[in-house]
Each structure stands twice: as structure tokens, then as C-alpha cells.
């Protein structure tokens, strides 16, 4: 049994196939230390979104991680503190962390979501704005 403060809320992309295949795949690895995981997908919830501090644009293009404190982690630090609980992804979850290789993985991560939103027509890509802050 975890403590109430060890207890994470997970927004995904419940409308994204790679996003519900990662979860599952997360839930495999987690086994019951991923009982202490929420996943609440965001399709449909901006309101509450917005209730908690989270821009709904932005749940769509960086996951969201609410921690037992009620902080909320975005992007790679989201994905870091949700692996850094599975011994298994414990390495990985370090690894992304790395000065050398998380602002290159963010940037890749950045293009990776803003073109899967705009094959599937759920958010136009605005190349001007990428290109400016790097992406």
C-alpha cells in the first residue's frame, strides 16, 4: 500500500494510440507500484484541466503529472518522475535527465507531438513559432 503522498494523477492523451499503448505499457512494467498511478485522460476535460492550473493545449502536447502535493510536473519532468518509480525504467528516467541530452530529447519530443496533432487534424502546426523557440 503506498502513502496518500506517494500517490500520482497522470494526464494523457486518451484519443492518441501511442499514448494509451505507452500507458499500458507502463502499467505492464509498474506492476503494483503503478497502483499508486490515476490516469485520467483528457479528452473532454478542459474545464478540470484548467481547475487544476493545466492550459488544456498544453495537456495535448506535453504530458501532465500531479503529485501527492498537488505539484504539477510537465514535459520531461513529468516522464521522469513517473519512471523513476519503476526499477526498470529507473535508468532511463536518469538518463533523460542528463544536461546533455534532455534539451535535445525535449526538442525531439516537441516536433514528434506537434506533427502528431497535425496528421490527425487536432491542432495546427504553427512552423513560424517552432522554428523561433528552437524546436
Not at 535508468?91 to 496533432?117: N, Q
Request: with cysteine; net charge neutral; hydrophobic share 40%.
Amino acid at each position: 500500500m503506498t502513502a496518500p503522498g506517494d500517490q500520482l494523477r497522470v494526464y494523457y492523451d486518451g484519443a492518441c494510440p501511442s499514448c494509451v499503448k505507452d500507458r499500458r505499457l507502463y502499467e505492464r512494467l509498474a506492476g503494483r507500484t503503478g497502483e499508486s498511478v490515476e490516469w485520467v485522460d483528457i479528452t473532454g476535460r478542459d474545464e478540470e484541466l484548467e481547475e487544476r492550473g493545466i492550459d488544456p493545449k498544453a495537456a495535448l502536447q506535453e504530458l501532465h503529472v500531479e503529485d501527492g502535493q498537488g505539484n504539477i510536473h510537465r514535459e520531461l519532468d513529468a516522464y521522469i518522475l513517473l519512471m523513476s518509480r519503476v526499477w526498470l525504467l529507473k535508468p532511463l528516467a536518469w538518463l533523460i535527465g542528463l544536461p546533455v541530452i534532455r534539451p535535445a530529447l525535449a526538442k525531439l519530443y516537441h516536433k514528434w507531438v506537434s506533427e502528431r496533432l497535425e496528421r490527425t487534424g487536432r491542432m495546427r502546426c504553427n512552423r513560424r513559432a517552432l522554428t523561433a523557440t528552437g524546436i
